[in-house]
Structure formats: structure tokens, C-alpha cells
């Protein structure tokens, strides 16, 4: 069974630093392509950032860029997503995503709210 659990949400200050991990199982994580996407309430979910499988291309949106910062650990099934210098535009619920063979896994999301 294909569990992807984000954890390390929460409310933090404008400038203020969060980092999100989720913990990926049942599935090949060293195959996989994972990715942090985001959606706030009416609008579509949006690409946040991505990393390849074995961690050397990294992707970011260029509302994100030189701020979040995604990583991986293979061995660890897991994948983060460090975010520095938070803008309250950056409210979401964050979810982990990962595409494997063919296939497409979604975690259950995890709020972010940056206050002024």
C-alpha cells in the first residue's frame, strides 16, 4: 500500500522558516520523481518544486526560488522541502507527490500559514 505522509506544517512569521518532510512507503523511492505541490482554497494546486530520482535536477517555481530548497534521502524514503524567508502569499496546504512507473501518489496535504 503507497503512503506518502507529509509532516512539519504549521504557523510561523513572515521570514520565518519551516521545512516539510514526507516519508514515502510502498513503493521504489530511488525510482521515483518526487515533488511538493501547494493549493489554497479556489484555486488549482500548483508545482512548488521537484527532484529527480537520484537528487541531481531539482526544478522550483519562480515564486519560490532562492527560498525553498528540496532534498531527498534515498535511504530514508523520504523527501523535504526547506523553506526560508516565508511570505504570508506562501498559505497553503502542502502536498508530496510522487510519480513512479507510469503512476502518480498523493500525500494528504499539510497546512502552512505565514502571518504578517
Known amino acids: 500500500q503507497v503512503q506518502l505522509v507529509e509532516s512539519g506544517g504549521g504557523l510561523v512569521q513572515s521570514g520565518g522558516s519551516l521545512r516539510l518532510s514526507c516519508a514515502a512507503s510502498?513503493?521504489?523511492?530511488?525510482?521515483?520523481?518526487m515533488s511538493w505541490y501547494r493549493q489554497v482554497p479556489g484555486k488549482e494546486r500548483e508545482l512548488v518544486a521537484s527532484?529527480?530520482?537520484?537528487?541531481?535536477?531539482?526544478n522550483y517555481a519562480d515564486s519560490v526560488k532562492d527560498r525553498f530548497t528540496i532534498s531527498r534521502d534515498n535511504a530514508e524514503n523520504t523527501v523535504y522541502l526547506e523553506m526560508n524567508s516565508l511570505k504570508p502569499e506562501d498559505t497553503a496546504v502542502y502536498f508530496c507527490?510522487?510519480?513512479?512507473?507510469?503512476?502518480?501518489?498523493w500525500g494528504r496535504g499539510t497546512q502552512v500559514t505565514v502571518s504578517v
Open positions: 510502498g513503493f521504489t523511492f530511488s525510482a521515483s520523481i
Open positions: 507527490n510522487a510519480r513512479v512507473w507510469l503512476k502518480t501518489y
Open positions: 527532484i529527480s530520482n537520484g537528487g541531481a535536477i531539482r
